[in-house]
């Protein structure tokens, strides 16, 4: 099925300038960027968008990482688009990342990994929310 999912470009991969390289990648997978902006979050939207993660000990250094910087979020849309973004970011740790995968390419700690991706439909709907409203989503016609 046609889906959408949250993507954010991480501080370490914005910093990298490989913006245009993540996006050739989930373009060439089959997803098109329907809504993007930069935005360089602050301690509460961190703390609130990674809200699931409150209580593991990863948090803190988590939402410092994520307000390090500038992010670009985007909405991907395309068939089983939460699934196939997953395929190509790779594993979350880059050391367990398959070759050729975005986090094997591009990222170098778990923390500083590149890029989220939502991982369920119930979760992408949530995130898309978050960042986004209706009028800001510009689907392929
Ligand atoms: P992300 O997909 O953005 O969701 C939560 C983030 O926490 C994850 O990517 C990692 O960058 C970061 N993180 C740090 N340590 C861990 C860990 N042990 N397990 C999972 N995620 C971690």
């Given at each position: 099925?046609?889906?959408?999912?949250?993507?954010?470009i991480?501080?370490?991969a914005?910093?990298?300038?490989?913006?245009?390289d993540i996006?050739?990648?989930?373009?060439?997978?089959?997803?098109?960027?329907?809504?993007?902006?930069?935005?360089?979050l602050?301690?509460?939207?961190?703390?609130?968008?990674?809200?699931?993660?409150?209580?593991r000990p990863?948090?803190?250094e988590?939402?410092?990482f994520?307000?390090?910087?500038?992010?670009?979020?985007?909405?991907?849309e395309g068939?089983?688009?939460i699934?196939?973004?997953?395929?190509?970011m790779?594993?979350?740790n880059?050391?367990?990342?398959a070759p050729?995968?975005?986090?094997?390419?591009?990222?170098e700690?778990?923390?500083?990994?590149?890029?989220?991706?939502?991982?369920?439909?119930?979760?992408?709907?949530?995130e898309?929310g978050f960042?986004f409203?209706?009028?800001?989503?510009?689907?392929?016609?």
């Amino acid at each position: 099925a046609v889906e959408r999912t949250l993507s954010i470009i991480k501080p370490d991969a914005v910093a990298k300038n490989v913006i245009g390289d993540i996006i050739s990648r989930f373009e060439k997978a089959g997803l098109c960027v329907i809504a993007a902006r930069m935005a360089h979050l602050s301690q509460s939207e961190a703390e609130q968008f990674y809200a699931v993660h409150r209580e593991r000990p990863f948090f803190g250094e988590l939402v410092g990482f994520m307000t390090s910087g500038p992010v670009l979020v985007q909405v991907l849309e395309g068939e089983d688009a939460i699934a196939r973004n997953r395929e190509i970011m790779g594993a979350t740790n880059p050391k367990e990342a398959a070759p050729g995968t975005i986090r094997a390419d591009f990222a170098e700690t778990i923390d500083a990994n590149a890029v989220h991706g939502s991982d369920a439909p119930e979760t992408a709907a949530q995130e898309i929310g978050f960042f986004f409203s209706d009028e800001q989503i510009c689907p392929r016609g």
